[in-house]
């Protein structure tokens, strides 16, 4: 059993910055993926991020390649979301998910990011 909690969302202009925390609870193996998604309004839930626990590899969806950047900090289990230049756009509640196997199978309760103009 995994829990996930989010912290770190607010209300920023555009061009802020913004630091997501997620701290998970229970065991995290190596070969666990930890990934941040996110759900504007009237739309899908989307892949922003995602790091290996263990390996440190990262991936980023094309939106915000250059800048977001995913971390983690073994010791604390926690994962972080920095989020530079921001957009209206990237306007959203942030999700952080815990990828075992083949798909995200715990997820957190979401923070909301608000990115005014």
């Known amino acids: 059993q995994v829990q996930l909690v989010e912290s770190g969302g607010g209300l920023v202009q555009a061009g802020g910055s913004l630091r997501l925390s997620c701290a998970a609870s229970g065991r995290i193996l190596s070969s666990y993926i930890m990934g941040w998604f996110r759900q504007a309004p009237g739309k899908e839930r989307q892949f922003v991020a995602a790091?290996?626990?263990?390996?440190?590899?990262?991936g980023y969806a094309d939106s915000v390649k250059g800048r977001f950047t995913i971390s983690r900090d073994n010791a604390k289990n926690t994962v972080y979301l920095q989020m530079n230049s921001l957009k209206p756009e990237d306007t959203a509640v942030y999700y952080c998910?815990?990828?075992?196997?083949?798909?995200?199978?715990?997820w957190g309760q979401g923070t909301q990011v608000t990115v005014s103009s």
């Open positions: 998910a815990v990828r075992r196997s083949g798909t995200y199978d715990y």
């Open positions: 790091m290996n626990w263990g390996g440190g590899g990262t």
